[in-house]
């Protein structure tokens, strides 16, 4: 089991940068497939952006596409979401996830552990 711990999110206007993080803890961290997905209220949880374990691909929603960049570093557990050129339709709650697949997954299914979220708001 590993475990998931998200943070770096907050409040931030629109044209802004905020950068989010998660930390794993249990099982080996080099060994998952990590991605972020985010959800509004009254929405699915939708994929964000992903890189795999195995060959470090990435892989990211049309929507952030030039915008968010996904990074990990092993020795420290910890994997990256840059987000820049922020939106306000980039306001949500956004989880860090991991999945034993070798590809990027973007079905929520496909993940076997969740942090427990990160608020970001962005103001226009």
Known sequence: QVQLVESGGGLV????SLRLSCTASGRTFSRFTMGWFRQV??????????????????????S????FTIFRDNAK???YLQMNSLK?????VYY??????????????RYD?????????VSS
């Open 64 to 67: 952030v596409k030039g915008r």
């Open 96 to 109: 860090c996830a991991a999945s034993s697949q070798v590809l990027v997954p973007t079905f929520t299914l």
């Open 41 to 62: 209220q009254g929405k699915e949880r939708e994929f964000v952006s992903g890189v795999s374990w195995f060959d470090g691909s990435t892989n990211s929603a049309d």
């Open 88 to 92: 306000p339709e980039d306001t949500a």
């Open 113 to 121: 552990a969740w942090g427990q979220g990160t608020q970001v708001t």
């Open 13 to 16: 206007q629109a044209g802004g």
């Open 77 to 79: 557990n910890t994997v």
